[in-house]
């Protein structure tokens, strides 16, 4: 399901962080930081953009393709692991 709906146009979140993430980021440390349900990064690359170590976890390819390309056009490096249940 999620790879269909991360395979259309765009992203499907938009590339900016949540509003929660945004309200908490000057209370999150710097360092290693793990996201759960990551889908297209959006989150990943701002914790990244503000120097933290990234590794996302999502079940979705498609969508840490798109992760990745954001992360590239802003330069930053994140760690992408689609894990899903067997």
């Not at 900016?16 to 945004?22: E, G, K």
């Not at 759960?36 to 079940?59: H, I, K, P, Q, S």
Request: proline letters at 5%.
């Amino acid at each position: 399901m999620w790879d269909e709906r991360y395979g259309q146009p765009g992203f499907t979140y938009g590339t900016a962080p949540s509003d929660f993430l945004r309200e908490v980021a000057d209370r999150t440390p710097r360092g290693d930081v793990l996201c759960l349900g990551e889908g297209e990064g959006r989150n990943a690359v701002f914790l990244a953009e503000r120097g933290c170590n990234v590794t996302a976890m999502d079940a979705s390819k498609v969508g840490f393709d798109k992760a990745q390309h954001l992360a590239g056009e802003r330069s930053v490096e994140i760690t992408t692991v689609a894990a899903r249940k067997p």
